[in-house]
């Protein structure tokens, strides 16, 4: 599941007149190499770095260690604009900085098929913090990627021309194919090692997407390496956003309910390869992993957090009556009521039912004994696999080797 890619790097050498330029790096995927060019749109200057080698980090790297290097990734979403910048490290990576704003880019376009001025407006201003963010601190490699909203709008590239000529981020329209990928990268660690098999989903504002990585056979892989386990993915064309536009998201009945979760379900069954997935459940050992605002949120909720705690929610199990009751309490709940609760607020009252309707559609098609929450996905997966494509880890791994056998003497 690869795909051509742009990537953008973001460095102080970039700077222009007090404006950031952005600067299109190496591709971040294991795919065909990525168009790569360079260039300020107020200036007109252009550069080819196809011939550059890969920097090292501005302070050099020894060699077998780590290179100190900062990373970042961006995610713009129909709901959110989310950056996060990190540091590799022996295994894994540190995040050094996050940014997150609900900017709802998709307000209102399942009616008008396009983006909405004041839309743009909201989420121009948080790339533009994100762009802050990423030159103050250094970064020198990043993937900027834009999902549902500006693949579904027809003015989307123009959207995406307007961020390029007001900010110098050069953002991709990610397919939904890369965000499948991407979202099964960034929570691999959270795969279960005993597990057959595990059906991932990811509910977003503008569109679902699930995964089935069939792990039958997967001989110890972990890690990124789980991408390649990948049996069967769909989109769903429903989100939160447009499923809450459709069917009212703030007062919503039991007959509502049932319309949103009737809604999302009708598009499981585009899914080529369901009843297999259904056979592989009932043998056992299949668990699900559930990645976005929607679950965490529930699960911020069923435990009763007074506020929310990526540290309490992020990897925790559920059983399948736990997650029934989770989403029974929140169907109980009055608007006001979610407006009140620290992990719901003002910004996900209206949307947090339309995630529960997606998530029972999923339930009930394919119904596993198991849950694992990951407050963790799209821009995570990136991370890895821009750290991967420049072998960080596997640069320092003579490093460890020796650190071992001198540890064994």
């Known amino acids: 599941m690869s795909e051509p890619s742009r990537a953008g790097t973001v460095g102080r050498s970039l700077e222009l007149a007090g404006l950031e330029r952005a600067a299109s790096g190496p591709a971040a995927t294991a795919g065909p190499a990525a168009e790569r060019s360079s260039g300020d749109p107020r200036s007109g200057e252009a550069r080819d770095l196809r011939s550059r080698p890969a920097r090292e980090g501005r302070h050099g790297t020894a060699p077998g260690a780590v290179p100190d290097r900062l990373y970042a990734a961006l995610d713009l979403g129909t709901n959110n604009c989310r950056l996060l910048v990190a540091r590799p490290e022996q295994r894994g990576f540190r995040v050094v900085d996050a940014y997150s704003r609900i900017v709802r880019l998709g307000e209102g376009l399942g009616h008008a098929n396009r983006l909405g001025e004041a839309a743009m407006d909201r989420a121009l201003e948080a790339l533009v913090c994100c762009r802050d963010k990423m030159r103050d601190r250094g970064v020198e490699r990043a993937r900027l990627i834009a999902t549902e909203a500006c693949r579904a709008a027809e003015n989307g590239p123009q959207f995406i021309e307007r961020v390029r000529q007001e900010t110098g981020m050069s953002l991709e329209i990610a397919s939904r194919e890369t965000e499948a990928r991407l979202a099964v990268a960034g929570c691999a660690s959270l795969v279960d090692p005993d597990a057959n098999g595990v059906v991932l989903f990811d509910i977003g504002g503008g569109s679902s997407e699930i995964v089935w990585l069939d792990l039958r056979n997967r001989c110890g892989a972990r890690g990124v390496a789980?991408?390649?386990?990948?049996?069967?993915?769909?989109?769903?064309?429903?989100?939160?956003?447009?499923?809450?536009?459709?069917?009212?998201?703030?007062?919503?009945?039991?007959?509502?309910?049932?319309?949103?979760?009737?809604?999302?379900?009708?598009?499981?069954?585009?899914?080529?390869?369901?009843?297999?997935l259904s056979a592989a459940i009932c043998d056992g050992k299949v668990h699900m992993l559930g990645t976005s605002g929607t679950v965490t949120t529930l699960a911020g909720v069923h435990f009763g957090l007074k506020r929310y705690d990526r540290r309490?929610?992020?990897?925790?199990?559920?059983?399948?009556?736990?997650?029934?009751?989770?989403?029974?309490?929140l169907r109980a709940m009055p608007y006001e009521e979610r407006v009140g609760n620290p992990c719901i607020g003002a910004d996900r009252a209206d949307l947090v039912l339309a995630g529960c309707a997606i998530l029972e559609s999923i339930r009930r098609r394919w119904p596993c004994q198991r849950l694992r929450v990951a407050d963790r996905g799209l821009r995570?997966?990136?991370?890895?696999?821009?750290?991967?494509?420049?072998?960080?880890?596997r640069r320092n791994a003579p490093h460890r080797h020796r650190s071992r056998s001198r540890k064994q003497q």
């Open 312 to 329: 309490r929610i992020d990897g925790v199990w559920m059983d399948d009556e736990d997650v029934t009751a989770m989403i029974e309490r």
């Open 380 to 393: 995570e997966g990136i991370l890895m696999e821009l750290m991967a494509a420049d072998n960080v880890w």
């Open 226 to 276: 789980l991408t390649r386990f990948i049996r069967a993915w769909i989109s769903l064309p429903v989100g939160v956003v447009n499923l809450a536009e459709r069917h009212g998201g703030r007062h919503v009945t039991s007959d509502t309910f049932e319309a949103m979760v009737n809604d999302a379900r009708e598009h499981l069954e585009a899914f080529s390869l369901g009843r297999e």
